[in-house]
């Protein structure tokens, strides 16, 4: 099967911003989304040690 490559049809610029403020802005953006709608999330910010085990980066 071929993945679907198609444009996001919704991108959230997280470049930047601290995981909390991400996660905020991402639920913002998919409120109302329907089914199926393709996210692009852009995220830059290192893993929290509480959410990525030692080693795992």
Known sequence: M???TSAPDIT???TGLLCVTLL???RKEITGAQPGTVVHVIATGPPHRSTCPPGAT
Do not use: C, E, H, T
């Open 12 to 14: 959230v610029d997280g």
């Open 2 to 4: 071929i993945p679907d």
């Open 24 to 26: 905020l802005r991402l």
